[in-house]
């Protein structure tokens, strides 16, 4: 019987922790931006979503055959009319990691930011893009 009444005791100190956690405001909370990462012929394409955060607080770089990505989304407390109901985005600091391929020329790598999704350009070496080679056939 001890053990049943052990094993009920974790288990609901495990849901009191949930319930506190999912209760605190997300501000406090880390987040993780969506990415979508794309490939054609010439480039990979990294889409990340970053709405709200101010182009002042991204950070992109290229060290070492990994792309950087970090930020901050700040939260500022708006209460003129009343407060908040309810908090369900995330905010504070962001760091994303890529470990890119050997075929991307590093230094030339480019990024914009536009309607809150950064976009990073990585060209390929022109020896990894796709060549055809006509091959005469004789007979």
Do not use: C
């Amino acid at each position: 019987m001890a053990l049943q009444h052990d094993a009920f005791s974790n288990l609901r100190g495990f849901e009191d922790a949930v319930t506190r956690w999912m209760s605190e405001p997300r501000a406090a909370r880390p987040w993780s931006p969506a990415v979508d990462v794309i490939e054609n012929e010439n480039e990979l394409i990294l889409k990340a979503d970053l709405p709200d955060v101010d182009l002042k607080d991204i950070d992109v770089r290229v060290e070492n055959q990994t792309l950087t990505l970090k930020g901050d989304r700040k939260f500022e407390r708006e209460e003129k009319n009343g407060g908040y109901h309810r908090i369900e985005r995330n905010y504070g600091t962001f760091m994303r990691s890529f470990t890119l391929p050997s075929s991307v020329e590093n230094d030339k790598v480019s990024a914009d930011y536009k309607n809150g999704v950064l976009t990073v350009k990585l060209p390929k070496k022109e020896a990894a893009k796709p060549k055809q080679v006509k091959v005469e056939v004789k007979g």
